[in-house]
C-alpha cells in the first residue's frame, strides 16, 4: 500500500495493530464490495476475497464496480478496484463457494444474501478456531433501505449460542425480514464503511484491551434514520 493512502490516520492507536491482521471476505455483492474497499483502505496486513459469481450490468445499481468490469469475475474485479485505488497490497483470490468445510485463518467476514451460506461460512470459521484464536466474525445484512450487523470473537461462547440460536434462521423465515428488499448504492457504502468500523472497534478490544464499544448486534433503518443496538 502507498503511505500516502494511509497518511491521514497513521497516528490512530489502532493503526500500527492493523498491519497485522488477515481479513476474509465471503461475498462481494452490495455489501462485501464495499466493505472489501472499506477494509482495503485501512491497512490491513492482507484479504482474501471470495465469490463465485461474475459481475452483471445489474450490479452497477449498488455494488462497488466498473461498467467495464461487467462479465468478469468478481474476485478478480474486486482485486482490479483495490488496485485501482492504491489500497491493500496483497489480496488473494477465490472464486468459489465457500462451505462448512473451508480453513480459515484470520478474521471472517460473511456479507451474503442467503441463510444457508451464512451458516455453512459461520460453521467453517468455528471450525477453525478456538477460544485463544483471537479471530473475530462479522455478519453482515442487507436490505434496500436497512442493515444489520452481527460480531463476535472466538472466545464469546455465549455470544456464539446467542448467534446460531436466534439469527441463524431458515432461508424462508429471511424472506419475510431483512434479507427480501433490493439494494440501493448509499445503504449498501453505509453497511461497508460501518463494517469498518466495527471492525476497528472490535480488535481494539481483542489486541488492545481497548473500552471501544462493539454491540453484539446492531441495526440501522434508513427511512428513520434511527440505530438499534443489542449488547
Known amino acids: ?122 460453521e467453517a470459521w468455528k471450525r477453525n478456531v478456538d477460544s485463544k484464536s483471537k479471530s473475530v466474525f462479522i455478519d453482515g445484512r442487507l436490505s434496500a433501505e436497512m442493515y444489520q450487523i452481527i460480531c463476535m470473537e472466538s472466545s464469546e461462547e455465549e455470544n456464539m449460542k446467542r448467534y446460531e440460536e436466534q439469527y441463524l434462521f431458515s432461508d424462508a423465515e429471511a424472506e419475510e425480514q431483512i434479507c427480501s428488499y433490493k439494494q440501493t448504492t448509499f445503504m449498501a457504502m453505509q453497511i461497508g464503511g460501518m463494517i469498518a468500523n466495527v471492525f476497528v472497534n472490535k480488535l481494539c478490544q481483542v489486541y488492545m484491551q481497548s473500552e471501544r464499544y462493539v454491540p453484539f448486534f446492531m441495526e440501522y433503518h434508513g427511512p428513520l434514520m434511527t440505530t438499534k443496538f443489542i449488547e
Open 1 to 122: 500500500m502507498n503511505e500516502n493512502c494511509t497518511q491521514r490516520f497513521s497516528g490512530a492507536v489502532w493503526f500500527e495493530m492493523l498491519k497485522y491482521q488477515h481479513a476474509n471476505i465471503v461475498g462481494l455483492g452490495g455489501i462485501g464490495s464495499w466493505t472489501s474497499f472499506a477494509i482495503g483502505k485501512l491497512g490491513v496486513k492482507s484479504m482474501n476475497l471470495m465469490d463465485p459469481d461474475v459481475v452483471s450490468p445489474e450490479n452497477m445499481a449498488g455494488q462497488m464496480y466498473f461498467d467495464s468490469l461487467i462479465g468478469q469475475s468478481k474476485v478478480v474485479s474486486m482485486r482490479r478496484v483495490l488496485d485501482a485505488f492504491r489500497t491493500i497490497s496483497w489480496v488473494g483470490c477465490y472464486r468459489e463457494r465457500v462451505t462448512r468445510n473451508k480453513v480459515f485463518s484470520g478474521h471472517v467476514i460473511s456479507c451474503l444474501d442467503n441463510m444457508e451460506s451464512r451458516r455453512e461460512v459461520y
